[in-house]
Every structure is written in structure tokens, then in C-alpha cells.
Antibody
């Protein structure tokens, strides 16, 4: 049973870079035809898809965040990461990592528990 | 970006009720539509993918239908554990956008 767990600072100062890691356990990040995604959710609001990465290194990003986002993968450590630069209070949210599988389209079939990141000085 | 609109944004229902939630896409997305359930403080959970396929382990009282731009999630007989917020998501084109959510509350 694959499990995902987010980790990283819970508090980031404005204008700095938010960095999170998602560690995959219970299976290899390289096995199967999956992509690995980041999604966020401000308190009391809906879900926003940030982007994804294949283990080949190929990425897709939300255009609304593309200029500030980098997603990378380290197959040797079975993890993938998110960097979001020049953060503001609007980036305060619970950040989830998730696995995207493909069956009749892409779907987020396995999620981490989420981690709250607050942007504040 | 494809806009996803859910209705209603909230509803009140009783245990045993049949509940339907609608999701409309701003352009055709074929059957590339997923439904998720989220309980407070928890990550979303995949219920339905490909508009109508039930994810493994999800009770059969959940069903999905639709194609093109209009989709429906149906809970045939609402159970106490089904009170939650439900989101649709299109996977037709990047970015994979979500609907605004439908909160199902106890009447």
C-alpha cells in the first residue's frame, strides 16, 4: 500500500521560497505509469492543482503559478519536491502531494495527509 | 483553463435520502471527470473516475454519470459517514481544475 507524506517548514516569510518534500513509501516512485502531483487548499476554500512530474522528469504546471513553481523528483530517495518562490500571504494553504494514476483519464488516487504552510513575517 | 461549476454549493439531507450533485464544465471534457470526497481535516479521497467508474473500495451507493459538459454524482442512500464536501475535477486538459465543492450536511 503506497503512502505519501509531506514535510517541510510550516512557516515561510513573505518573498521567500516555500519548499516541501513528499516521501513515497510502500512502493517505488518509478514503478507503474504514474505522475506525482501537488495540490493546495487555502483554509475554508477549494482545491487548486499546482502541477505534476513524471519520473522521467517531465513536468506540467498550473499557468497561474508557472513562473514561481518548480517540481522535481529524486528517484534514488523515492521522493518528489515542490518549490514556490516569492510567496505572499495568498500562498498560505494546506499543501497536499498525491499520486496521479491513469485509467479512463488521470485521477488523484493516493494522497498525503497534507501540511499547513503559513506565509507570515 | 476549463472552469468547473458545482451545484448546489451546499445541501441538507437526512440519512437514507437520495442525493445528487451536479458538475458542469465550461467546455466539453468527454468523460474525463473525477469525483472526490473530503472530510474536515482530511485529504480528499477518490470516489469516481472517468465520470462513472467506481474506485476500488468505494461503496456502491456512490455512482457517477454524464459526459461532455454535464455530470452527476449520486448517493443512492445517504449514510452518516457520507456527510462531507464533494469535489469534481476535470482531467481533460492541464491545469486539472476542480469545482468549488458541495458540502453535504445533516438535516
Amino acid at each position: 500500500q503506497v503512502q505519501l507524506r509531506e514535510s517541510g517548514p510550516g512557516l515561510v516569510k513573505p518573498s521567500q521560497t516555500l519548499s516541501l518534500t513528499c516521501t513515497v513509501s510502500g512502493g517505488s516512485i518509478s514503478s507503474g505509469s504514474y505522475s506525482w502531483s501537488w495540490i493546495r487548499q487555502p483554509a475554508g476554500k477549494g482545491l487548486e492543482w499546482i502541477g505534476r512530474i513524471y519520473t522521467s522528469g517531465s513536468t506540467s504546471y498550473n499557468p497561474s503559478l508557472k513562473s514561481r513553481v518548480t517540481i522535481s523528483v529524486d528517484t534514488s530517495k523515492n521522493l518528489f519536491s515542490l518549490k514556490l518562490s516569492s510567496v505572499t500571504a495568498a500562498d498560505t494553504a494546506v499543501y497536499y502531494c498525491a499520486r496521479e494514476g491513469y485509467s479512463s483519464g488521470w485521477q488523484l488516487d493516493c494522497w498525503g495527509q497534507g501540511t499547513l504552510v503559513t506565509v507570515s513575517s | 483553463d476549463i472552469q468547473m461549476t458545482q451545484s448546489p454549493s451546499s445541501l441538507s439531507a437526512s440519512v437514507g435520502d437520495r442525493v445528487t450533485i451536479t458538475c458542469r464544465a465550461s467546455q466539453t471534457i468527454s468523460s474525463y471527470l473525477n469525483w472526490y470526497q473530503q472530510k474536515p481535516g482530511k485529504a480528499p479521497k477518490l470516489l469516481i473516475y472517468g465520470a462513472s467508474s467506481l474506485q476500488s473500495g468505494v461503496p456502491s451507493r456512490f455512482s457517477g454519470s454524464g459526459s461532455g459538459t454535464d455530470f452527476i454524482l449520486t448517493i443512492s442512500s445517504l449514510q452518516p459517514e457520507d456527510f462531507a464536501t464533494y469535489y469534481c475535477q476535470q482531467s481533460y486538459s492541464v491545469p486539472f481544475t476542480f469545482g468549488g465543492g458541495t458540502k453535504v450536511e445533516i438535516k
